[in-house]
């Protein structure tokens, strides 16, 4: 079992910055690719950014050039940055640990932090 708590979330003004963390426990996560989703109210939940066991990275189009992933497995730990925050941004995000092992995938949920951007 993994353990997944977010922290980080808040208001901020459109145009500032949040940075989200992640923090793991029960399970070592350097063999798990590690995921930021939102969901926003009425609205499904995307994939935000994710960030593979090799460091391989990928973004939502909207996000990009604006969020950066990162991740510390020494320390258990994943992160997002987001710079030049928009009210569209505005949703709860979610932490994700996900492996394929074999036959078997292990994927794993935070409970979510709020992130509200509004002046």
């Known amino acids: 079992q993994v353990q997944l708590v977010e922290s980080g979330g808040g208001l901020v003004q459109p145009g500032g910055s949040l940075r989200l963390s992640c923090a793991a426990s029960?399970?070592?996560?350097?063999?798990?690719?590690m995921g930021w989703y939102r969901q926003a109210p009425g609205k499904q939940r995307e994939l935000v950014a994710t960030?593979?066991?090799?460091?391989?990275?990928n973004y939502v189009d909207s996000v990009k050039g604006r969020f950066t992933i990162s991740r510390d497995n020494a320390k258990n730990m994943a992160y997002l940055q987001m710079n030049s925050l928009k009210p569209e941004d505005t949703a709860v995000y979610y932490c994700n640990a996900r492996k394929q092992q074999a036959t078997t995938t292990y994927n794993y949920w935070g409970q979510g932090t709020q992130v509200t951007v509004s002046s």
């Open positions: 960030i593979t066991s090799g460091g391989s990275i």
């Open positions: 029960g399970r070592f996560l350097s063999g798990y690719a």
